[in-house]
């Protein structure tokens, strides 16, 4: 979502006289991994596996992928749904767990994660489309 000029100067205001009233961001991208410690085995694909189904029940925009997830929604909402983990995986008897987590967010512009990957993906594929011929300084476009 843009953030209007005048809520830009309403945050800028409160952030340089009560910066613990601030609001968390309306909408971010959190990418996070789980890290259960001390269980029996080097294995930890049961408990991506219960991270996943809590992940589809609780209706989050999400994305597993190969070292651990994203998520798309509200800073409290991504927050929140990651404590859920943590205490879900607790409940299952994972005693300790440590997380790597990392968050974006933006106010210039409403951007998902598939937009993220698709603007590479564009840039990948115009280099498909041509190629430069570096001895001359010509770019020949193939079709």
Not at 59 to 75: C, F, N, P, Q, R
Request: aromatic share 4%; glycine share 6%; proline share 4%.
């Amino acid at each position: 979502m843009e953030t209007c000029p005048q809520l830009k100067e309403v945050l800028r205001k409160m952030a340089d006289s009560e910066p613990t009233n601030l609001p968390t961001p309306a909408s971010c991208t959190a990418d996070f991994c789980l890290i259960p410690l001390g269980t029996p085995t080097a294995s930890v694909s049961k408990e991506v596996a219960e991270v996943q189904r809590l992940l589809k029940k609780s209706g989050v925009k999400y994305s597993m992928h190969s070292a651990g997830t994203t998520l798309e929604g509200s800073w409290d909402q991504c927050m929140h749904i990651i404590g859920q983990c943590h205490s879900m995986l607790h409940a299952r008897g994972v005693v300790r767990i440590q997380s790597d987590i990392r968050v974006g967010s933006r106010t210039d512009k409403k951007q998902s994660f598939e937009d993220k990957v698709s603007a590479v993906e564009k840039l990948l594929a115009a280099d498909n489309e041509h190629v430069e011929d570096e001895d001359a300084g010509e770019i020949t476009y193939k079709r």
